[in-house]
């Protein structure tokens, strides 16, 4: 929603001051410019970038939209899931996990946790290093050792998207001006016309720099930097989980394992000591 409202107060900043002063603002459209630059950000994109990144890339424009998803009330039922989790595990022994980590989807634990059902692999983060503990013999500095590179490779993944979209802000003025320069190789074939035609061509000309710098630093690298700031908040979703199996793995009652997940998440979203306490009595209560 704020996306969508931040490229509305662009807009209307930039075109409301044109109009303000006097410029007309049909002069800026101009369709041959709009397919210069579009067609040269769409090809650029194709030449430079691996499939698998562009798939990435649609989606993660979906994300942006939605907006952040990792909201208090997401971390909340993380810390229920875990505490309920090592509760059995430490209440029946560990084996008795072994069918909620195996299939999640028919776990009555993980049931009540839609938002991490449809977070693959952060269901995956979780259960397949249950399945390793389950298995035995992985000391806690290992363990946290393997769930650190985890991390690390998951946040390199993810941070190729925004790199992706800060390098096409950056190349965007370069075809801004590509298009500037097109413009003016036709004003020049027109020199000697009347005065009023040579300056609506080197006004269509100029439109291409404008629409160039504007998508830029108006709204691609804005993006990308959004982006960025979303896969910190993914980064941390795991580290919070991370926090928690190794406060588990060194023999820590789940009460307190919860209370270690709890201290890693952003101050934005973490919920009190009180909301993680009463949340906890409502799964005993369960």
Known sequence: ???????????????????????????????????????????SLLVGTPLAVLKRLIGSIGTILKGDPYGKEQYISLLKTMYELFNVAKRDGLISIEAHITDP???????????LLKNHHALDFLCDTMKLILGGGVPAFDLEALLEADIDTHHDEEAAVPTLIQSLGDALP????????????????????????????????????????????GFIQPLAANLGLLNQRSSRYYECMKAGIVAYAKGNAPVVVVEFARRVIFAAVRPSFDEVEKAVKTVKAG
């Open 1 to 43: 929603m704020f996306v969508i409202i931040g490229i509305a107060v662009v807009l209307l900043g930039v075109l409301g001051g044109f109009v303000f002063n006097g410029g007309p603002l049909l002069v800026l459209i101009q369709p041959g410019e709009f397919m210069i630059i579009g067609a040269a950000c769409v090809g």
């Open 105 to 115: 989807s028919k776990s009555a634990i993980f049931k009540k946790n839609e938002f």
């Open 174 to 217: 370069g075809l801004g001006i590509v298009a500037a320069v097109l413009g003016i190789v036709i004003t020049m074939q027109a020199i000697d016309g009347p005065p009023a035609e040579v300056g609506e061509k080197v006004a269509a000309a100029l439109v291409g720099t404008f629409l160039g710098i504007l998508m830029s630093y």
